[in-house]
């Protein structure tokens, strides 16, 4: 009896990893469907910078004060650490370069791309999947008008463009709080770290933050939209989709994150 039981348990588990493996196989499948699509539509007229323009602001504007807030306390709280493990060492006028080196290569473009993925990602899934329960996708279709090109293709290249942005802005406030904390809480000779910071801040590793924005941006866009476009069964298919859309957007950035850093790394 006991054998039996066991054998129906394996049974259950491995029925249930394949249908997993199966499930995620057919996911990247229909979302590398739906970026060939979107790469499909951005090159066909007519074009519509209007809409494109109206999404950079809704993504910057939603994102922007959480980003200053994030970013001013993430450069604080690093020169807070930073100073009192360098001060052992005789070395805390380098409290600055670390903190710029720090934020520019990975805590602005990774943390500016989570906060994205909560607010901006999860509200072009809310906003599409709202949209399809009520049939208005089915409206602009019946029109003439595509959607992916009308709802899909301006979000994506509004949050690939916005994400570099708002990672700058993160980065640059960042470096204000631990310069602010450095030279008038922690009393580091201001001229010192100034200079320090000028020598020992290159422009390759902006570049490394950046050229990781542009492609978390794009991810989360994508991915945002396709789980808009998917949703179904009513309001409560718009909370699964947009759900979905947060978590798998934020577990696609940490991942990228490790690839284009071990490619970049090669580069610069």
Do not use: H
Not at 93 to 114: C, N, R, W
Not at 123 to 145: F, R
Not at 167 to 187: A, E, P, Q, R
Not at 236 to 250: D, F, I, K, P, S
């Amino acid at each position: 009896m006991a054998i039996s039981l066991a054998k129906k348990g394996i049974s259950y588990s491995v029925n249930n990893l394949g249908k997993m493996i199966i499930s995620n196989i057919n996911g990247i499948g229909d979302i590398t469907s739906f970026m060939m699509k979107c790469l499909f539509w951005t090159i066909r007229p007519p074009f519509k910078p209007k809409l494109f323009f109206k999404q950079l602001y809704f993504i910057g504007n939603k994102s922007l004060f959480i980003i200053l807030l994030a970013g001013s306390f993430t450069g604080m709280v690093m020169a807070y650490q930073t100073y009192f493990g360098f001060k052992i060492i005789s070395v805390d006028s380098l409290v600055g370069p670390v903190v710029f080196l720090t934020l520019a290569k990975e805590l602005a473009p990774v943390l500016s791309g989570l906060i994205v993925a909560g607010r901006a990602g999860a509200a072009m899934a809310a906003q599409i999947g709202s949209m399809k329960v009520t049939e208005q996708i089915d409206a602009l279709e019946v029109m003439g008008i595509n959607s992916i090109q009308y709802l899909a293709v301006p979000r994506i290249w509004a949050g690939t463009l916005a994400l570099p942005m708002l990672s700058v802005i993160y980065l640059f406030i960042g470096n204000v709080g631990s310069w602010v904390i450095g030279t008038k809480v922690l009393m580091i000779d201001e001229e010192l770290f100034l200079s320090k910071l000028g020598e020992l801040m290159f422009i390759e590793d902006f570049y490394q933050g950046v050229i990781k924005s542009f492609f978390f941006g794009f991810i989360i866009s994508l991915i945002g939209t396709y789980f808009g476009f998917k949703v179904e069964k009513g309001a409560e298919g718009v909370g699964r989709g947009t759900n979905l859309a947060v978590v798998w957007g934020m577990i696609v950035v940490l991942i990228l994150d490790y690839i284009l850093t071990s490619f970049l790394i090669r580069i610069f």
